[in-house]
Antibody, heavy 120, light 106 residues
Framework: EVQLVESGGGLVKPGGSLRLSCEVSGFTFSNAWMTWVRQAPGKGLEWVGRIKSTADGGAINYAAPVKGRFTISRDDSKNTLYVQMNSLKTEDTAVYYC???????????WGQGTLVTVSS | SYELTQPPSVSVSPGQTASITCSGDKLGDKYACWYQQKPGQSPLLVIYQDSKRPSGVPERFSGSNSGNTATLTISGTQAMDEADYYCQAWDINTEVFGGGTKLTVL
């Protein structure tokens, strides 16, 4: 059974930092392309970024609103995906989901999400 | 930047066919997919690569994509299909989501 479990969310002040983790099981993580998607309270889905598998070069792409502030990484030995979030803004408040990503772009499996609240 | 446009809401009677559209420039040249999200739950992929259904998704869900419009069709809509639906496409190293459509079954 495929499982993705996010952790690390919480309350942080504007300008602060937070690192989210996503531990996966049930599939070969090292072969998987992975993404982060977020959803602000009561709003729609917003793509954050994608990392290819190490075998495919590990290239990373980011959405414009987070580029330069967020860093996506992976540790294949721990079956874990990360996103380091710096210089957080109130508009970064959202539930953050990790997902598997196909080359054609669709996101097959989703975690339960972790809530990040940026507020003073 | 690339944009996908969905109607904010669609209503359908039980047993009838619901159609939700997603519009974008030359969307038919890209792969479109659709997600269902019920309150308090994570999104669920219901259609990928325009018209393919993941294992476990009921046959009443179907999709098409041509020109500038992708369409999600739910035949014989059931009360359990009431949810938010999002389209999504991949454009030059960026995933793009539509704004979402609230499907009401009444």
């Amino acid at each position: 059974e495929v499982q993705l479990v996010e952790s690390g969310g919480g309350l942080v002040k504007p300008g602060g930092s937070l690192r989210l983790s996503c531990e996966v099981s049930g599939f070969t993580f090292s072969n998987a392309w992975m993404t982060w998607v977020r959803q602000a309270p009561g709003k729609g889905l917003e793509w954050v970024g994608r990392i290819k598998s190490t075998a495919d070069g590990g290239a990373i792409n980011y959405a414009a609103p987070v580029k330069g502030r967020f860093t996506i990484s992976r540790d294949d030995s721990k079956n874990t995906l990360y996103v380091q979030m710096n210089s957080l803004k109130t508009e970064d408040t959202a539930v953050y989901y990790c997902t598997t990503a196909a080359e054609s772009g669709h996101l097959s499996d989703w975690g339960q999400g972790t809530l990040v609240t940026v507020s003073s | 930047s690339y944009e996908l446009t969905q109607p904010p809401s669609v209503s359908v009677s039980p047993g009838q066919t619901a159609s939700i559209t997603c519009s974008g420039d030359k969307l038919g040249d890209k792969y479109a997919c659709w997600y269902q999200q019920k309150p308090g739950q994570s999104p669920l992929l219901v259609i990928y690569q325009d018209s393919k259904r993941p294992s476990g998704v009921p046959e009443r869900f179907s999709g098409s994509n041509s020109g500038n419009t992708a369409t999600l069709t739910i035949s014989g809509t059931q009360a359990m299909d009431e949810a938010d639906y999002y389209c999504q496409a991949w454009d030059i190293n960026t995933e793009v989501f539509g704004g979402g459509t609230k499907l009401t079954v009444l």
